[in-house]
């Protein structure tokens, strides 16, 4: 007999991510300028970047401390080199034993790394299934998300039929993909204090806000996250 399976047909793309900035003017002209996306200001302490099909807002910090993160952006696979060519004439590319370019072969995709103004340290992966004619931003795939609490977040998650990739066993205290493999879209659901690849910063827990059609996670300025329905 068919099993009709609409009902669980869950989706994580993200249709929305907020991050905190104590760079806000600066974060603003390297996206609209350097990375040519279409950049929104709302008022003088927010913006969004429209990154393919997500939306990034960035929301002025008044902390002494500068928040940063981990994402990564699709780029086509058939254009990376011509992308990684004409960003590293534009920016400083990350390095990670000598190289700047990795290979994932569990997610067949090549990346490149650098950092934004923020401090962001930003990944532009190009997946097998991603093919364009044009090279552009498809959208983001995955953002860190950062807490020590990563095994009450990752039961709250599997609620909403979020997995880790390929069933790996979850590791409380490593970095952990955890998402919806037909959409290619990942949380790294991670703790604190673990270095990010392609960067000598350690991951902290910062205030981050992160809607998918589905559900709504974050993590506020009193270091309490949430996870609920959307």
Same mark, same amino acid.
């Given at each position: 007999?068919?099993? *009709?399976? &609409?009902? &669980?047909?869950?989706?994580? #793309?993200?249709?929305?991510? *907020? +991050?905190?900035?104590?760079?806000?003017?600066?974060?603003?002209?390297?996206?609209?300028?350097t990375l040519e996306c279409p950049v929104e200001v709302i008022n003088q302490d927010t913006f969004i970047v429209q990154i393919g099909e997500t939306q990034l807002q960035f929301c002025r910090s008044e902390d002494v401390i500068q928040p940063y993160y981990?994402?990564?952006?699709?780029?086509?696979?058939?254009?990376? !080199?011509?992308? #990684? =060519? @004409?960003?590293?004439?534009?920016?400083?590319?990350?390095?990670?034993?000598?190289?700047?370019?990795? !290979?994932?072969?569990?997610?067949?995709?090549?990346?490149?790394?650098?950092?934004?103004?923020?401090?962001?340290?930003?990944?532009?992966?190009?997946?097998?299934?991603?093919?364009?004619?044009?090279?552009?931003?498809? $959208?983001?795939?995955?953002?860190?998300?950062?807490?020590?609490?990563?095994?009450?977040?990752?039961?709250? +998650?599997?609620?909403?039929?979020?997995?880790?990739?390929?069933?790996?066993?979850?590791?409380?205290?490593?970095?952990?993909?955890?998402?919806?493999?037909?959409? =290619?879209?990942?949380?790294?659901?991670?703790? =604190?204090? $673990? $270095? /990010?690849?392609?960067?000598? #910063?350690?991951?902290?827990? !910062?205030?981050?806000?992160? #809607?998918?059609?589905?559900?709504? +996670?974050?993590?506020?300025?009193? @270091?309490? /996250?949430?996870?609920?329905?959307?």
């Amino acid at each position: 007999s068919m099993v *009709t399976t &609409w009902g &669980w047909d869950i989706h994580m #793309k993200f249709e929305s991510i *907020t +991050l905190c900035t104590s760079e806000l003017e600066e974060t603003l002209q390297f996206y609209e300028e350097t990375l040519e996306c279409p950049v929104e200001v709302i008022n003088q302490d927010t913006f969004i970047v429209q990154i393919g099909e997500t939306q990034l807002q960035f929301c002025r910090s008044e902390d002494v401390i500068q928040p940063y993160y981990h994402f990564a952006i699709d780029i086509p696979y058939n254009h990376f !080199y011509d992308m #990684k =060519e @004409h960003y590293q004439n534009i920016l400083f590319l990350l390095m990670e034993d000598g190289h700047h370019t990795t !290979y994932f072969e569990s997610f067949v995709a090549h990346a490149i790394y650098f950092n934004d103004p923020s401090g962001n340290i930003v990944e532009l992966i190009a997946r097998v299934s991603n093919i364009t004619n044009e090279p552009e931003f498809s $959208r983001i795939s995955e953002i860190g998300f950062v807490c020590n609490e990563t095994n009450a977040i990752y039961q709250a +998650l599997s609620d909403y039929k979020i997995e880790t990739f390929e069933h790996a066993h979850f590791e409380p205290y490593a970095l952990n993909f955890l998402g919806d493999t037909s959409d =290619e879209s990942y949380i790294l659901l991670t703790p =604190e204090d $673990r $270095r /990010w690849s392609f960067s000598e #910063k350690h991951s902290i827990a !910062y205030p981050i806000d992160i #809607k998918t059609e589905t559900f709504h +996670l974050s993590y506020d300025t009193r @270091h309490q /996250w949430h996870l609920k329905q959307s």
